[in-house]
């Protein structure tokens, strides 16, 4: 299973564009990079997925290198309410996967 | 839209007592999964299980036992609740990739905070 390492924290101000990035040096070639965020006292919700290059939704994007070895979450013009504990969870695509995630970045805002 | 729900939020237990989180899920995921989550440590992987009756451990599977008897239904089992146990408990479930689901794809509950005195 491919190990994550993210920073501990990292602040920002509203209106700024927040990167978060994760190191997983040993990732497979069947594992996806998924992120995920978490406000205090509820359970982490997804936000994006990727394999390869860039994915990008209404919440994020989410960039991957070619050699995979990193990705980085990219969050546009953050507000107050994206203050949360993000989590950098790299899984194998096959059914029986323990899914294993690192300590989580937490991202403060302020105003 | 997916609702896992964990049957407790609060639970205050004595050391030595058996406790029962008991978790279920409403959209068939085959995966269920149940994490700790501590200050500075992140969420930790406890057991897990991919298949009724089926059951693989994570990362910290000491003192905890897990059961799952029914698809939607995945218990964790602490048999001697001890002090160090107290923490928030999560329940998670995915769908497997072949069923059209997304891999890593978790839905959480809500949490159970355990207290152990």
């Known amino acids: 299973l491919a190990k994550t390492t993210q920073p501990i924290s990292m602040d920002s101000y509203e209106g700024q564009e927040v990167n978060i990035t994760c190191s997983h040096n040993n990732i497979a070639t069947n594992d996806y990079i998924t992120w995920y965020q978490q406000f205090p006292s509820q359970g982490p919700r997804f936000i994006i997925q990727g394999y390869k290059t860039k994915v990008t939704n209404e919440v994020a994007s989410l960039f991957i290198p070619a050699d995979r070895k990193s990705s980085t979450l990219s969050l546009p013009r953050v507000s107050l309410s994206d203050t949360a504990v993000y989590y950098c969870?790299?899984?194998?695509?096959?059914?029986?996967?323990?899914?294993?995630f690192g300590k989580g970045t937490t991202l403060s805002v302020s105003s | 839209d997916v609702k896992v729900t964990q049957s407790s939020r609060y639970l205050v237990k004595r050391t030595g007592e058996k406790v029962f989180l008991e978790c279920v899920q409403d959209m068939d995921h085959e995966n269920m999964f149940w994490y700790r989550q501590d200050p500075g440590l992140g969420l930790r992987l406890i057991y897990f299980s991919y298949d009724v009756k089926m059951k693989e451990k994570g990362d910290i599977p000491e003192g905890y036992s897990v059961s799952r008897e029914k698809k939607e239904r995945f218990s964790l089992i602490l048999e001697s609740a001890s002090t160090n146990q107290t923490s928030m408990y999560l329940c998670?479930?995915?769908?497997?990739?072949?069923?059209?689901?997304?891999?890593?794809?978790?839905?959480f509950g809500e949490g159970s905070r355990l207290t152990v005195l």
């Open positions: 969870l790299v899984a194998r695509r096959q059914a029986g996967t323990a899914l294993i």
């Open positions: 998670a479930s995915s769908p497997n990739p072949t069923s059209g689901g997304n891999t890593g794809e978790l839905f």
